[in-house]
């Protein structure tokens, strides 16, 4: 079966990097892996007062959303060390109300981007952080960590280096077998 594959990008920013490579990847998926882009911008800031009968249209959406998909590819900047905001809002809108997380047991790739040369470990051991308490069984190699982001793209966002074009076909072959290791005969949806 086709796998679908919920891609979350950690940057709102109209000419992120991080949604650069975030297309990089997809266009490089196995035709078996349906990548689907989720937004998360316009994620009101979780608070649970707000999450009764009738929570945020946009949460509900968010939720719906994942619940399709098989799986969740992470490709994040990195902010002050961790992952921007809006993606743990993300992360905290799915994971609740308590007891229906729609994360729970998904597997889990991550990808972590930086312009700089040190950069971009802190947001992708962030993330692993929370997967541990989401029951998200996280792809542990090969481990991706695109710094100098900038000298990787071209201005169309193109990946030019032809190392690190393959090492994302690589790495998106290695989390199909991944994701379909960890549900045998496919779709944790039909589970
Ligand atoms: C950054 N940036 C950054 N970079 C990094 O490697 N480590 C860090 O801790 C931080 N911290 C940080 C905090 C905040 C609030 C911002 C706005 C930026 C720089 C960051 O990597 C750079 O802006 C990237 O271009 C952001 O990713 P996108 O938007 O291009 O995907």
Redesign the pocket.
């Known amino acids: 079966a086709v796998l679908q594959l919920a891609v979350l990008?950690?940057?709102l920013?109209a000419?992120?990097?991080?949604?650069k490579i975030a297309k990089a990847l997809a266009a490089r998926a196995p035709d078996s892996v349906r990548c689907r882009f989720i937004e998360i911008g316009d994620l009101p800031l979780y608070n649970e007062d707000l999450d009764g009968d009738r929570p945020p249209a946009a949460w509900s959406g968010f939720r719906a959303a994942i619940r399709e998909c098989d799986a969740v590819l992470f490709v994040t900047?990195?902010?002050?060390?961790?992952i921007?905001g809006c993606l743990k809002n993300a992360l905290d809108v799915g994971s609740r109300p308590s007891g229906k997380s729609v994360f729970k047991g998904l597997p889990a790739g991550v990808v972590s981007?930086?312009?700089?040369q040190?950069?971009?470990f802190?947001?992708n051991h962030a993330l692993r952080q929370t997967f541990a308490f989401l029951d998200m069984p996280v792809m542990q190699q090969p481990e991706a960590y695109i710094g100098n982001?900038t000298e990787l793209l071209d201005d169309k966002g193109a990946v030019t280096n032809a190392d690190t074009a393959a090492f994302l076909e690589k790495f998106m072959t290695s989390l199909e077998m991944w994701i379909r290791t960890m549900h045998p005969g496919g779709s944790s949806f039909d589970a």
């Open positions: 990008v950690g940057s920013r000419q992120s990097f991080s949604r900047p990195e902010y002050n060390r961790s921007p981007v930086t312009p700089y040190l950069g971009a802190g947001a982001v």
